[in-house]
């Protein structure tokens, strides 16, 4: 099982797995995958954080994430 740590951005979760920004563009963060994306408001965005402007459930979100087969670390 891989494990996401929702304490660290976007971008350094994405260095771990590339994986990542696909997954979540597909659980509804879509602007991630537009170019630059990653390298700007990833460098600073968390799930969490990201989750919420986004208008999205966290709890959703790590539903789909455990779906996946993440484990979540808060």
Do not use: C, Q
């Not at 997954?23 to 990201?50: C, H, N, Q, S």
């Amino acid at each position: 099982m891989k494990v996401i740590d929702f304490r660290k951005t976007v971008y350094e979760l994405w260095k771990e797995d590339n994986n990542i920004s696909h997954i979540l563009a597909e659980i509804g963060f879509k602007d991630i995958t537009k170019p630059g994306m990653l390298t700007t408001a990833g460098r600073f965005m968390t799930i969490p954080k990201g989750a919420k402007a986004k208008g999205l459930s966290l709890d959703e979100v790590k539903k789909e994430l455990i779906k996946r087969g993440y484990e979540i670390k808060e």
